[in-house]
Nanobody
């Protein structure tokens, strides 16, 4: 069974930075897709960014130029560097990974941005 564990969330002032990590453990396969999603308070979960096993990345328009997604396939770890954070970036951030057509989710880590 695969487990995804996020870390790195917290409280930060607007304009600040946070780095989220997602570590996979268990019977790990090659994740062809890994992504970060977030759920702002009272809203639906939305895609923030994803990265494919070959390194191709994609970002939501709202975070382009501020967030950077990366991964280490050998360590089955993914990161999200978040700079110039805004209050609208607040929410629970979830790690997502797909391998062999099976989707895995982490439990989420809270990001709070004070104005």
């Amino acid at each position: 069974q695969v487990q995804l564990v996020e870390s790195g969330g917290g409280l930060v002032q607007a304009g600040g930075s946070l780095r989220l990590s997602c570590a996979a453990s268990g019977r790990i396969f090659n994740f062809n897709y890994m992504g970060w999603y977030r759920q702002p308070p009272g809203k639906q979960r939305e895609l923030v960014a994803y990265i494919l096993s070959g390194g191709t990345t994609n970002y939501a328009d709202s975070v382009k130029g501020r967030f950077t997604i990366s991964r280490d396939n050998a360590k089955n770890t993914m990161w999200l560097q978040m700079n110039d954070l805004k209050p609208e970036d607040a929410g629970v951030y979830y790690c997502n990974a797909v391998a062999a057509s099976v989707t895995y989710w982490g439990q989420g880590t809270q990001v709070t941005v004070s104005s």
